[in-house]
């Protein structure tokens, strides 16, 4: 004998599962309406260290001077320190810099290995997001680079998940550009603003 739920009982089933959205995913890797420029200098892009507290899919953002929240459906693509990685390897590939993480460098290459650890990574709905760290790069192979460099950093953003979104993606460009501008090949290896 089959037994049917009674018409309200399934209304408010069918109304509690359609107020439960699914996640929207964020990631910081920008898209390009270009090819990736052909590689002139290779670097490996070595894992990403970001603070404990924002080891999390979710995005956490700052309510005040002394609280963080969860924002519970708004979640990075992969977790936040391959996030952090992935677009950072997206934005240096752009400059003709290209990521051999793992693998051999071509014969006779000069090879850069980065490091970079993150020591605030903090979002603010309606104010800004921040970011400040250290990043180093060794010359194997005949590159002679050995820097380490602090970055800081902060952009305005507004209240929308996609504007602080945006504001990483912009602080994570202004870093890329760090980075392949102390590999520049004319240049002296040098710290931005040293």
Known sequence: MKHALPPA?????????????????YTLSVPSAA??????????VQSVS??????TPQL????????????????????LDAEIRGALVTALAAQGIRDIHALPPPADTPLHRLKLELQAFETMPGRAVRWEGVWSLRGTGGAKTSLTCAFSGQEPVG??????VAGHQRLLSR??????????PAAAPACPGS
């Open 175 to 184: 870093l890329a550009g760090q980075i392949a501008g102390a590999m520049a």
């Open 60 to 79: 956490v953002v700052r309510q005040g001077d002394a609280s963080l929240a969860l924002l519970e459906r708004q979640q990075w693509a992969s977790p």
């Open 35 to 44: 090819a990736p420029a052909a590689p002139t200098r290779w670097i490996d």
């Open 9 to 25: 009982l399934l209304a408010l089933l069918l109304s509690a599962c359609a107020s439960v959205s699914a996640p929207s995913y």
């Open 50 to 55: 970001v603070p404990l507290q924002l080891d």
């Open 159 to 164: 209240t929308q998940t996609a504007e602080m």
